[in-house]
């Protein structure tokens, strides 16, 4: 069995490029920063950035450029793909990427995007309920 799944939180480092390939298809380029942070052996607190390339195809790829920007925070899920190439030079090239398949914005708490897809909407705040009211049902649940 094999398993190449890749999940990530991190801030978009730059806005995402988006193109049309020659059959339709659109896609979205981008970058994402993560973190990481420890502290070294005085105790003082160390950081070491990992930038991470990630490509989004067709629909995936339309939402990402209407909707993140450089700076955001989100969580990207997807495959690890290497492709290679021959530059001008006739030098081998490598680019390691993330093929998404699932992106969440991170900006705002409880931030979704409309089932239109034309904006961002603030869900309305949760409703105390008294103790008779039925259960919330998984469906209310905006996650």
Do not use: C
Request: aromatic share 6%.
């Amino acid at each position: 069995m094999d398993l190449n799944k890749v999940m990530i939180i991190g801030n978009v480092v730059r806005d995402p490029e988006i193109r049309t390939t020659p059959s339709g298809q659109t896609v979205a380029s981008f970058s994402v920063a993560t973190n990481l942070v420890w502290k070294d052996k005085e105790g003082k607190r160390q950081s070491k950035p990992e930038y991470h390339n990630v490509v989004a195809w067709r629909k995936l790829g339309e939402t990402i450029g209407q909707y993140v920007h450089k700076g955001s925070k989100v969580y990207v899920e997807g495959r690890l793909s290497t492709r290679s190439w021959d530059d001008q030079n006739a030098i081998k090239r490598y680019r390691t990427e993330i093929i998404a398949n699932n992106l969440i914005m991170l900006d705002r708490a409880g931030a979704r995007v409309s089932e239109s897809k034309t904006d961002l909407q603030e869900p309305s705040p949760p409703q105390a309920k008294s103790s008779d009211e039925e259960e919330i049902s998984i469906e209310d649940i905006p996650f």
